[in-house]
């Protein structure tokens, strides 16, 4: 059986190692482009895409519109990280907000019957290193996770297609089992 192939945008991770073999590691094989790279369109080539975290404000439309007309002119399922959650909302019409700077492991609530959540608990516990929160769902997508520091801790487009998490998955056995729970919507 062939592997799947996930096409990774590296928006300034320092993550983007785990990030991969974390997919790796689920069966897949990962290509990388930087979000002022990506391909205009997948041409069958990849399966799913995965947006990593930023070490750039994601409110910069000009720099990121590439890469947002990718995912949405993609048919396959998306998951943004992080900074890559943010991208997604931002360009959605979402707000981000300062909040506590939050680094380590830290307890979400998330909506169990969600497919993304097939593999863990009511309650997970997920590495956070960020300042920035997004504050409510923007229109079309819906909160799937939240946390007592923010409301959206996970997201999912109406759709279920695209997906995000203010979390890196790369870390953490309860991100993973979150991957697993994505790589099963693209397999």
């Not at 969600?114 to 997970?124: D, G, I």
């Not at 695209?162 to 998955?169: D, R, T, V, Y």
Request: charged share 25%; hydrophobic share 40%; net charge negative.
């Amino acid at each position: 059986m062939a592997r799947s192939r996930v096409l990774v945008v590296n928006n300034g991770t320092l993550s983007l190692k785990q990030l991969r073999s974390r997919f790796e590691e689920l069966g897949s094989d990962t290509d990388v482009a930087d979000a002022a790279s990506v391909p205009a369109r997948l041409d069958g080539r990849h399966q799913a895409i995965v947006l990593s975290g930023t070490k750039v404000r994601a409110w910069d439309h000009d720099f990121y519109r590439p890469l947002v007309d990718l995912v949405m002119g993609a048919d396959v399922p998306v998951f943004g990280i992080c900074g890559g959650m943010q991208i997604l909302a931002v360009s959605a019409g979402g707000r981000l907000a300062e909040g506590p700077q939050r680094v380590g492991g830290f307890d979400v609530r998330v909506d169990t019957e969600e497919p993304l959540f097939a593999y863990v608990k009511p309650t997970v516990t997920v590495f956070h290193r960020h300042t920035l929160y997004l504050q409510e769902a923007p229109e079309g997508f819906r909160s799937i996770g939240r946390s007592e520091h923010a409301p959206v801790e996970f997201l999912r487009s109406e759709d279920g297609r695209i997906l995000g998490s203010q979390a890196h998955l790369e870390f953490r056995r309860d991100g993973l089992e979150i991957l697993r729970g994505f790589a099963e919507l693209y397999r």
